[in-house]
């Protein structure tokens, strides 16, 4: 991984129970509330919080090395050359040494009680590989947009065949995973939140905290981010068809999420992009009525209680 060799601990160093990953590239208005609120949880265990600082053009890397240089817990990762966000997760999570690894934004937020309730989940069920929660959508200043994400709750959390189905039914800020669970440790491509996770739910299911212990911010980067075009369309299906190879079994679960990109596209941009298809056909199996329901289902209550949310 270019400028970002993997950490190893000292044999007198005592291994972190929580690494805080924070990716940053130009969030010199956003990265000191973010590193702030993660600084400030209330802990029993000790953490470390690792900057990938991908060579900003803006002050972000000045402002994070100066936040290292006086708090013994922060350590900046910085490639030699801009690297993409890809590249940056990757190398930044495979410098981590804590037993649990929490992913947030640089333009994200923490709130209390975060890391030490998402921990003790994971001390109290062995069974899961990740545990996420809801989060509140904040503006660009800050201020609460009255929305949160997901809209409804996942009591029972999700496992791989339910992230196959429904797409990545939690903001990635809002997860907290088990160090081992992770074995995608390199990519030569882009590769998405979604299939970084569909690697690490392989080892188990995900819990669920149905309560707001962060903040999404939204802002014109993370629009562009947010961009569902053709590109990043292609991208996904191929991610899903790579995963389809590699797990046959859930066969249904790739072709009702299939339809549901082709139901959106006919809805939302009155075409449906031709390498949708392409995985409808290959993933195509007369199962696919329960997957397909429960998809709809999903993205049909989270559409209802967003409008009520924009209601009030």
């Not at 804590?98 to 109290?124: C, F, I, N, R």
């Not at 545990?131 to 660009?140: N, W």
């Not at 074995?183 to 569909?198: E, G, K, M, V």
């Not at 819990?207 to 999404?216: P, Q, S």
């Amino acid at each position: 991984m270019p400028g970002h060799p993997t950490a190893k601990l000292k044999p007198s160093e005592p291994r972190p129970k929580v690494s805080v990953c924070v990716l940053a590239y130009n969030h010199e208005r956003f990265i000191g509330a973010a590193l702030s609120s993660v600084l400030e949880q209330e802990t029993p265990f000790s953490l470390e919080v690792i900057i990938g600082e991908d060579c900003s053009t803006d002050s972000t890397g000045a402002l994070v090395d100066a936040l290292a240089a006086t708090d013994p817990r922060v350590r900046v990762l910085r490639p030699k050359r801009n690297i993409g966000g890809s590249q940056n997760f990757l190398a930044t999570h495979n410098a981590a040494r804590g037993d649990y690894v929490a992913y947030m934004d640089g333009d994200d937020m923490m709130a209390p009680g975060k890391l030490a309730k998402q921990a003790s989940l994971l001390d109290e069920r062995p069974e899961l590989s990740a545990c996420a929660h809801r989060m509140r959508i904040v503006g660009e200043d800050g201020g609460d947009t009255g929305a949160q994400f997901p809209m409804v709750s996942l009591p029972e959390g999700f496992d791989l065949r339910r992230l196959i189905r429904l797409g990545l039914p939690v903001f990635p800020s809002s997860i907290m995973y088990r160090r081992k669970a992770r074995t995608l440790r390199a990519a030569d491509i882009d590769i998405y939140d979604w299939y970084i996770f569909s690697d690490i739910l392989k080892a188990g299911p995900a819990g669920y905290i149905d309560e707001c212990l962060g903040m999404y911010r939204v802002h014109g980067a993370s629009q562009v981010a947010l961009d569902r075009g053709p590109v990043m369309t292609r991208r996904m299906v191929g991610h899903y068809r790579e995963r389809l190879r590699e797990l046959p079994q859930y066969r249904a679960d790739f072709m009702a999420r299939g339809l549901m990109w082709a139901w959106h596209g006919i809805f939302d941009e009155k075409r449906v992009d031709p390498a949708v298809w392409g995985l409808i056909m290959t993933s195509a199996t007369p199962k696919v009525v329960l997957p397909l329901a429960e998809a709809f289902r999903w993205a049909r209550a989270n559409k209802a209680a967003e409008k009520r949310g924009r209601s009030k």
